[in-house]
């Protein structure tokens, strides 16, 4: 009898044991909601300094999902790109010029990071230094983590500060012209055939 009693003692205490280091594996300490936003900060300020204010296209992977949510300056709203998007869109500009730039300020709520940056680009090809601009352009870019990666942007550029902001101009000079050509040549040959008709008059007399 007492060896019984002893036998489903011990397998009681064995059983809460168990029990114990089941529950203390399970319920292991989380990070912080604090933890975690400075770690998104973290990996948005690797994103600007590896990829653009250094040529290192390969953090692309490591830092962008497979496929991201982009929501970008226009009607080009709610797309999902690949992430080698991001290398192709950044390769384009390092191809074509040289860039840096610095970080003014991050905000961080949950999954979300906001970042408020100056990009500098100086272009090496003709067509891009005939676009003008200031090479200092103002960006705030919103990311969206999940899991270390970043699976959502919103774009918000300051285009009128850049290249881009000489389109509209450019765009309302054609517009303009257009026309104008259209009616100088018209004169020009209307002018021409007065002149022959002239011309065949006098001969006439």
């Not at 300490?29 to 300094?49: C, D, S, T």
């Not at 610095?102 to 990009?119: F, K, M, N, P, S």
């Not at 002239?198 to 001969?203: E, F, M």
Request: net charge positive; hydrophobic share 45%.
């Amino acid at each position: 009898m007492r060896f019984s009693v002893l036998v489903f003692l011990a397998l009681s205490l064995l059983l809460g044991k168990v029990a114990w280091a089941t529950q203390t594996s399970t319920l292991k300490p989380q990070p912080a909601a604090g933890e975690i936003e400075e770690r998104n900060k973290a990996l948005a300020r690797r994103f600007y300094e590896q990829i653009w204010f250094s040529r290192n296209l390969s953090a692309v992977d490591e830092l962008v999902a497979p496929s991201y949510v982009v929501h970008d300056i226009g009607d080009r709203k709610g797309v999902t790109e690949p992430a080698d998007e991001q290398k192709q869109i950044a390769d384009f500009f390092w191809q074509h010029g040289t860039m840096t730039g610095h970080i003014d300020y991050q905000i961080a709520e949950g999954d979300l990071v906001a970042t408020r940056w100056q990009w500098e680009f100086q272009p090496r090809t003709w067509w891009l230094k005939a676009l003008g601009g200031r090479s200092l352009i103002p960006i705030i870019n919103v990311f969206r983590f999940r899991d270390g990666k970043i699976v959502e942007i919103w774009n918000h550029r300051h285009d009128i500060d850049s290249g881009a902001g000489n389109l509209p101009f450019v765009k309302g000079l054609l517009l303009g012209l257009i026309p104008s050509v259209i009616l100088l040549v018209i004169s020009f040959l209307l002018w021409r055939r007065l002149r022959k008709k002239s011309r065949t008059s006098k001969l006439s007399i």
